[in-house]
C-alpha cells in the first residue's frame, strides 16, 4: 500500500485535477499505464493494443512516448 503517490494536484483546473485523481486511481487498482496502443514521440508504432511494456523495457526506454513535449537530453 502506498506504492503511488503523487504530487499534490495544485495549480491546475477542477476537471484536470479529478482527471489526474481518477488515473491515479486506476494505477493503484492495477492498471499499467504504460499498456498499448502507445506509440513514440514521432507518431512511430511502440505498443500494440493490450501489450504492456515490462520494467526491463522501461528502463532501457531512449525516447518519449506521443504528448510528451519535450527533447531528450544529449
Known amino acids: 500500500?502506498?506504492?503511488v503517490k503523487m504530487s499534490a494536484y495544485t495549480n491546475m483546473p477542477d476537471d484536470v485535477k479529478a482527471m489526474a485523481q481518477a488515473?491515479?486511481?486506476k494505477i493503484v487498482d492495477g492498471w499499467n499505464p504504460f499498456?498499448?496502443?502507445i506509440a513514440k514521440q514521432d507518431g512511430t508504432p511502440w505498443l500494440k493494443d493490450g501489450e504492456?511494456?515490462?520494467d526491463g523495457t522501461l528502463l532501457g526506454m531512449?525516447?518519449?512516448v506521443k504528448g510528451v513535449d519535450d527533447k531528450l537530453p544529449k
Open 23 to 25: 488515473t491515479e486511481k
Open 1 to 3: 500500500d502506498g506504492a
Open 52 to 54: 504492456v511494456a515490462d
Open 35 to 37: 499498456t498499448g496502443p
Open 62 to 64: 531512449n525516447f518519449y
